[in-house]
């Protein structure tokens, strides 16, 4: 049989412990009591928290909001980054690729000033987010102007490098040049005559190289005083003769391309020793052969 726990406390009259008896009714005020002041501590608590923060759905809003207005900004700074590197690629276009092709540089107020069109905006939409669509607008109108200009340039490149392999640019064979372009004295009467070309001294049968495509024009000796000859058209203006020739292996018509050979040196013709007399002529006029030799 169990036996009830009973309590005591001490009488400071009597100096005895008396037990401690309960009342049903104290038990139940001292419960009404606990709840009461429960009650109102939490009704304080719920009003200070609505005035501080507000409802449960609002304060979710709100950071809703803020984590929003973050990522917003994080990616507007992305954008003005991708924007820096648009107008570098941009000014390296203008400076560099546009002068060496002579292109007509894209005018400042085209690049600054363009929208790529009218954006429209809701009333209540946040400054932000109208900052980010207008720059993303703004970038979107830059690189369609970026991308016209390079597929300019890629054409404008590819017909530069179809021209540079028609431009005289290597020395038709090794050798000395004893004789260049300009007066000098004939070697066969001793008056003063003019040199359209270079002689370069090289051992009979040396092959001679065509010094940049082109189509054989002439392959023989019409002309006098030049011996066996050979005539390339580059096309672009510019056609090359190769003279006194001890042997022909190009025929007229031909298509050749630079380095292919064309000859081999003799001493044909007005010729005092084995040599090539080799010429340019540029848009009908005989020019300076040195000024398109560029490498062998």
């Known amino acids: 049989m169990t036996t009830k726990q009973r309590y005591y406390h001490f009488d400071p009259i009597s100096y005895n412990y008396v037990a401690v008896t309960y009342k049903k009714r104290n038990i139940l005020r001292n419960i009404l009591f606990s709840l009461a002041g429960a009650l109102v501590l939490g009704i304080v608590w719920l009003n200070l928290s609505w005035i ?63 929208t790529g069109g009218h954006v429209e905006f809701a009333e209540n939409m946040p400054p932000v987010v109208k900052q980010l669509a207008s720059l993303k607008n703004k970038i979107s109108y830059k690189v369609k102007i970026q991308q016209e200009s390079y597929s300019e340039t890629y054409s404008i490149a590819l017909n530069k490098s179809a021209e540079l392999t028609h431009i005289p640019a290597i020395k038709p064979i090794h050798g000395r040049v004893v004789s260049g372009f300009g007066y000098r004295a004939d070697p066969f009467h001793g008056h003063g005559h003019f040199h359209a070309g270079l002689d370069i001294v090289a051992d009979i049968g040396t092959p001679i190289k065509s010094v940049a495509d082109g189509v054989i024009i002439t392959s ?26 001890s042997g022909l292996k190009a025929q007229v018509g031909q298509k050749v391309k630079r380095g292919d050979i064309i000859g081999y040196t003799g001493n044909t013709g007005y010729s005092t020793g084995p040599h090539l007399h080799y010429e340019v002529i540029k848009n009908g006029e005989k020019v300076n052969p040195m000024n398109y030799i560029y490498g062998e």
Do not use: C
């Open 52 to 114: 501080m923060y507000g409802n449960v759905e609002e304060i979710f809003f709100r950071q809703k909001q803020v984590q929003t207005s973050s990522q917003l900004t994080h990616q507007s700074k992305k954008l003005i980054a991708i924007e820096q590197k648009l107008n570098k690629l941009h000014e390296t276009d203008q400076t560099f690729y546009r002068s060496i092709l002579n292109k007509v540089p894209i005018d400042p107020s085209v690049w600054n000033g363009g």
């Open 220 to 245: 023989g000796a019409p002309e006098q005083g030049y011996g066996l000859q050979v005539e390339i058209n580059h096309g672009f203006g510019y056609v090359t003769k190769y003279a006194h020739l």
